[in-house]
C-alpha cells in the first residue's frame, strides 16, 4: 500500500523529526466551497497548524499518487479544477488506477491519513444520516470509516441539512466516541448547539489526546469525532439556516440529486440562499477547528506511552 503514498518535502521533513502531522481533506476545497476563497482558506489553515507547532498534510489524488501533503500550486489546482473527482472508499481504487485528480472526503481522507501514520485530521463538517435516508438509504461513509479507521477528527459537528439524531444514533451503533470541546452540546455547523448532547467534553487537549489514546491502547479500533463549535462572534442564526437548509433540500429533492451529489447541492445552494454569509462561518469554523487539531496533534505527540498500529 506504502506505494501508493507521496510525501510533500514538508510532511516527509516532519515525519523524521518525529513532529506532530496533522491531515486536511481536499473535498472541502474543490467541491465545498467556491474560487478563490477555496484555496485562501486551504493556504491559512496550513499556517494556522504550523504557527501552533504542528505539520499540515492536505491530502489529494494527483498522477496515481496519494499525495499526503501539497504545494501552493497543487492546493490551487484542486480549487480551480471543477471536474477533480469527489473521492469517498468506494472511489480511491478507480482514481489511482485511472490517475485522475482527485479531491479526498473525511473518509477517503481518514483512510489516507492512517496509511501515512497522521492520528489527527481536521475539518469543517462531516458526512452522516441523510433526513429521509429510511427511504433514500443515503448514508455518508464517512460514518462506516469512522467505525472502522484510528484517525481522530476534528470538525464543528454536523450540518442540519442531515439528520443530527439519527447520525448521533448510528455512530453510537458502531462504537464511535463523540467527545465535544468546551461545551457538553454536540454543535451544528453554522450554530453552537444542535439539541442533541456529545457523549464525553474534554475541554482540554490533553484531555482529549489521553482519552483518544486509551481507546486504542484498548484496542477499540476506529476513530473520535472531536466536535468544536463554531467561535460565537461567527455562528448564524438557527432561524435563519433553518429556513435556508430546508428549502435547500426541498430543491434538491425537486431536481433530482442523488448519490454523492446531494452534499455539494446543498452546500452551494446554502451558500448563494445566505449571500454568501455561510461561506464566511464556514471558513471560520474550520481555522479555529485547525487550531484544536493542532494542539491535539502535539498533546497526542507528547504523550507517554503507545501508539496505535
Ligand atoms: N460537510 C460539510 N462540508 C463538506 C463536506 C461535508 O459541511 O465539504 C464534504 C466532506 O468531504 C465530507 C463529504 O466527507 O462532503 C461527505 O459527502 P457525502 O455526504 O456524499 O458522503
Ligand atoms: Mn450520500
Given at each position: ?27 472541502i ?77 473525511v ?33 455518508s ?36 466516541p ?9 454543535p ?10 456529545a457523549?464525553f ?19 477499540l ?19 435563519e ?69
Open positions: 500500500m506504502q506505494q501508493f503514498l507521496k510525501f510533500s518535502p514538508e510532511v516527509a521533513a516532519a515525519r523524521s523529526a518525529g513532529k506532530p502531522v496533522v491531515a486536511l481533506e481536499s473535498t476545497i474543490s467541491h465545498g466551497m467556491p474560487y478563490p476563497q477555496n484555496v485562501q482558506m486551504a493556504q491559512e489553515v496550513e499556517q494556522i497548524i504550523r504557527d501552533a507547532g504542528a505539520v499540515p498534510a492536505t491530502i489529494a489524488i494527483i498522477d496515481g499518487k496519494i499525495c499526503i501533503g501539497l504545494a501552493p500550486e497543487q492546493l490551487e489546482l484542486l480549487g480551480t479544477s471543477p471536474d477533480a473527482m469527489k473521492v469517498s472508499r468506494r472511489d480511491l481504487p478507480f482514481v489511482l488506477a485511472t490517475r485522475r485528480l482527485g479531491a479526498t472526503t473518509a477517503a481522507t481518514m483512510i489516507c491519513a492512517q496509511l501515512a501514520g497522521i492520528e489527527v485530521f481536521v475539518t469543517g463538517g462531516i458526512g452522516g444520516v441523510h433526513r429521509g435516508a429510511e427511504t433514500s438509504f443515503d448514508i461513509a464517512d460514518l462506516q470509516e469512522l467505525a472502522r479507521t484510528d484517525v481522530a477528527v476534528v470538525c464543528a459537528g454536523v450540518k442540519s441539512i442531515l439528520d443530527i439524531g439519527l447520525t448521533l444514533e448510528y455512530l453510537e451503533t458502531y462504537g464511535v463523540v467527545v465535544s470541546v468546551g461545551q457538553q452540546a454536540f451544528a455547523f453554522f450554530t453552537r448547539d444542535s439539541g442533541f448532547a457523549d467534553q474534554f475541554d482540554s487537549a490533553i484531555e482529549q489526546a489521553s482519552f483518544i489514546q486509551t481507546k486504542w491502547q484498548l484496542g479500533h476506529g476513530g473520535v469525532v472531536v466536535a468544536n463549535p463554531v467561535p460565537e462572534a461567527f455562528a448564524m442564526q438557527k432561524e439556516i433553518d429556513r435556508i437548509t430546508d428549502q435547500a433540500l426541498m430543491e434538491a429533492d425537486q431536481r433530482g440529486v442523488t448519490g454523492k451529489a446531494v452534499t455539494p447541492f446543498l452546500l452551494s445552494r446554502i451558500k448563494e440562499l445566505t449571500q454568501g454569509r455561510s461561506l464566511a462561518t464556514n471558513i471560520a469554523l474550520v481555522k479555529h477547528n485547525a487550531l484544536v487539531g493542532a494542539q491535539l496533534a502535539v498533546a497526542m505527540r507528547d504523550l507517554p506511552g503507545l501508539k496505535p498500529l
